[in-house]
């Protein structure tokens, strides 16, 4: 009964959008009239927008333009996703706030709202992806001005990484056993699932220090955990380290300590 919610909200939001570029919204086309630009478009602070399973996200969205009447409206902002993930926000609806820069240039502003719970944005796991940002303005003499790629982002799978060093304490020279777990959001289950086949650096900070250095890389076995072995040689922490992917943000697990004997 979900999906079929998340399908009826994103197939209003398509019908709504196609009624306002005179196209179905997946093919609408990039038009303007009159000498109305759009200057600069910016979303997130330009960094991904990263999502769990839980809580929604919310991502801020600039919009600069200019006329020489002056800026009278930016009617919508749309993210487009891999069909049919889809986020969008109006201005007739109270969304989307216009604020003066100069007689002929405004800068307007909103927030697109990605909701893994209630499938606003991501509605399965293909969303991890770049998208469009579709953005339409609108001028105090009525020209226009709307681009289905004003800029574009990336939507990513909120990712997690444990690790556990043992034993704890240790004997000089000994073995110390690191295990860990890789994982991200799954939208489409609504829990974090192990991240299969991916390097991850081992790294070691000595007490007192705080740099962390590489020690080896092993990948994720086929469930996302991580196991290997190192001999303990002074009293320290150790910790797993992802570098991220396109779909999946860098983390790092927190350093877990050793006592050496």
Known sequence: MRATTRLALIGTSLALVAGVTGATAAQAEDGSAGDITIDKVVINGGKPVVVGTTN????????????????????????????????????????????EVSDTTSTCTGTLTFDPQWGNGVVNNAAAATWDLAVSVKA?????????????????????????????????????????????????????????????????????????????????????????????SVDGYYRYSFAGTATTPAVSAAGDYVDVK
């Open 140 to 232: 105090n003499d009525l020209d226009y001005i709307h681009r289905d790629a004003a800029t574009t982002f990336k939507v990513q799978r909120a990712s997690k990484l444990t690790v556990n060093a043992s034993p704890e304490p240790v004997a000089k020279g000994k073995t110390v056993t690191v295990t860990g777990k890789l994982s991200r959001a799954n939208w489409e289950t609504d829990k974090y699932a192990g991240y299969a086949t991916q390097s991850v650096k081992l790294q070691f900070r000595k007490k007192g220090s705080t740099t962390y250095t590489t020690v080896k890389t092993i990948k994720t076995n086929s469930t996302g955990n991580l196991s290997t072995t190192v001999k303990a």
């Open 56 to 99: 929604a996200v919310s991502a801020k969205v600039s919009v600069t333009a200019t006329d020489n009447s002056g800026i009278a409206k930016a009617t919508y902002i749309s993210g487009w996703g891999p069909n049919p993930n889809f986020v969008d926000i109006w201005f007739d609806d109270g969304d989307i706030t216009c604020t």
